[in-house]
C-alpha cells in the first residue's frame, strides 16, 4: 500500500486549497472517497492509487508525465484515460468524448470513471437534500444536461460491463433524476 499512501499525499498536494462545488469540503475528500469504493470492490493497487490522482491532470498543475514518473506507466496510462480534453474544449465536447470512450474502455477504466461519477452525483443528492433545485447553481449546466451526461455514462459502461458499482450509479441517477 505504499504507492497507495505516496498517492495520498501527491493528491492531497496538487489539490491544496481546492474545496467541492458548493461546498467548503476540502477537494481531495471526492478522489479519496472514489479511491475507497474502487478499494472496497477489491480493485488493484494500481487503480485506487489511480483513482486518488484521477483529476490532478484535469484540474491540477500536475502532467501526466509527473504521474508515469512518480507512480509508473501503468497508474499513468489510467490516469489519462479518466482524463477530460483541457477546458478550453466545450462542456458538451468534453463530456461526448468521455461518453464515447466508456463505449469500448476496459473494465478497470469503466469502474473508475463509475466511481468517481457515483460519488459525484451522491454529492449532489446530498445537495439537494439540504438546499433542493438550487444545488444545480452550481453547475456550468443545468439539471437537463447532468441528467443527459450521467445517463449517458452508465449507459456507455452497460454496454459491455456489469458491476456492483454500475448498479449503485444506475440506482441513484433514478433517486436524483427519476425514471425513464
Not at 494500481?46 to 490522482?53: F, I, P, S
Request: net charge negative; proline share 3%.
Amino acid at each position: 500500500m505504499e504507492m497507495v499512501e505516496k498517492a495520498i499525499e501527491f493528491a492531497a498536494k496538487a489539490h491544496e486549497g481546492q474545496y467541492r462545488k458548493a461546498s467548503d469540503l476540502p477537494y481531495i475528500a471526492h478522489p479519496y472517497a472514489v479511491a475507497m469504493m474502487l478499494l472496497t470492490e477489491g480493485c488493484r493497487k494500481e487503480v485506487v492509487t489511480a483513482a486518488l490522482l484521477h483529476d490532478t491532470v484535469e484540474d491540477t498543475a500536475v502532467t501526466n508525465e509527473e504521474i508515469k514518473d512518480e507512480f509508473g506507466s501503468d497508474v499513468a496510462r489510467i490516469v489519462a484515460a479518466c482524463t477530460e480534453p483541457p477546458k478550453n474544449v466545450r462542456w458538451e465536447e468534453r463530456k461526448q468524448h468521455t461518453i464515447e470512450r466508456l463505449k469500448t474502455a476496459e473494465e478497470e477504466i469503466c469502474m473508475l470513471i463509475c466511481a468517481d461519477k457515483l460519488h459525484n452525483l451522491k454529492t449532489i443528492h446530498e445537495g439537494l437534500r439540504k438546499n433542493g433545485e438550487s444545488v444545480w447553481n452550481a453547475f456550468s449546466r443545468g439539471k437537463e444536461k447532468q441528467e443527459w451526461y450521467y445517463r449517458s455514462i452508465a449507459e456507455s459502461i452497460a454496454l459491455n460491463h456489469s458491476f456492483p458499482l454500475l448498479e449503485q450509479l444506475q440506482s441513484e441517477i433514478k433517486q436524483v433524476f427519476g425514471h425513464k
